[in-house]
């Protein structure tokens, strides 16, 4: 089968396709056929040689992270009525590949409703949008800003915070993105394209700030928005795509002001807890509440034009590949 292999840390170039055997299920596995597989900034940053020391990762190897697909087959101990049913799974090692094999424990079936594209869509961002919710305590009627708001994760923080009655302030970059979040429901959308994003975002929230600032960007932004956090609030950071690292944030001003900082360290999710967040977000979409937002889909063999889309942040929304 193919899969898409890192043959050393560098650009996109080093991601190319390459034969392997097939996998075969272990004991309380399945194989899945793939139909669409997630990809996250991280794997560009990890390709390129980044968080070595935190990952562990040295190439060759098979990017990995979550897929949707059908079961082809089980392994000894896995209900053979799993076969043909249409699944998603997140958490799993080597997914740029046409067959993967995973935990039967794992999987999430894909309701009626849903398209596989777009269950692949959430494996990993849905999982971690409501961990991080979760783990903040946004409450009804309190204000949150969520930084990179257009992005996989941005979009659906934005949907699952309206839907919690929170008040909703977007941050995005251009009139495509920011017309997309307000489509998606913020109530307040802010252009982080704009020299003067920072006090337009400090008036439209009012001198109170944001009871809960998500910053999915980091860099400067992310520390420009620490700045609008209210005091006695929340500032949490879950991703640096700036290529600057996460928000620089000043612990004593944080101490000084009772904010909590949190980190996406702090989000500890167990791999029962991950499955069941995504059956969450399954039943979300297919209810219609929840929108997957689908900026481009790669073949697999072109899965560096799809680093290359992801670095370029041209796309609005995910970025998948497809066997």
């Known amino acids: 089968m193919r899969v898409a292999q890192v043959r050393e840390f560098g650009g996109p170039e ?13 004991a309380g596995e399945v194989v899945v056929a793939v139909d669409h597989i997630d990809t996250l900034f991280v794997q560009t940053q990890i390709r390129a040689g980044g968080f070595r020391e935190f990952f562990g990762i040295e190439p060759p190897y098979v990017p990995g992270g979550g897929v949707s697909g059908t079961v082809a087959a089980t392994g000894p ?29 794992r999987l999430s079936p894909v309701p009626d409703g849903v398209g596989l594209r777009e269950a692949a869509s959430l494996v990993h961002d849905a999982v971690t949008a409501l961990a991080l919710l979760e783990n903040t305590a946004l409450k009804p009627g309190e204000t949150v800003l969520v930084t990179g708001a257009s992005g996989g994760m941005g979009t659906l923080l934005v949907q699952f915070a309206h839907g919690l009655g929170a008040r909703v302030a977007g941050v995005a970059r251009g009139p495509e993105k920011t017309a997309l979040v307000r489509e998606l429901g913020a109530d307040l959308v802010i252009d982080a394209g704009d020299p003067e994003w920072g006090p337009r975002a400090r008036a439209a929230l009012g001198e109170g700030g944001a009871d809960l600032v998500l910053d999915g ?22 991703g640096a795509p700036s290529g600057t690292g996460f928000a620089a944030v000043d612990p004593d001003e944080a101490r000084r002001r ?23 977000a399954l039943r979300e979409a297919a209810a219609g509440r929840l929108r997957p937002v689908i900026g481009g889909v790669f073949p697999l063999t072109r899965a560096a034009d799809a680093h290359r889309a992801i670095e370029g942040r041209g796309l609005v929304g995910k970025v998948l590949l497809t066997p």
């Open 258 to 280: 009772e904010i909590a900082l949190l980190g996406i360290g702090d989000i500890q999710v167990t791999a029962e807890r991950r499955t069941a967040l995504l059956d969450r």
């Open 77 to 105: 101990g896995v209900d053979a009525a799993w076969v043909g049913r249409r699944v998603a799974v997140s958490g799993i090692d080597d997914t740029y590949a046409e067959l993967v094999t995973a935990p039967a424990a």
């Open 14 to 26: 080093v991601l190319v396709p390459v034969e392997v055997a097939h996998p075969v299920a272990g």
């Open 217 to 238: 960007v980091g860099g400067q932004l992310g520390r420009d928005a620490f700045a609008l956090t209210a005091d006695g609030g929340r500032f949490s950071a879950h």
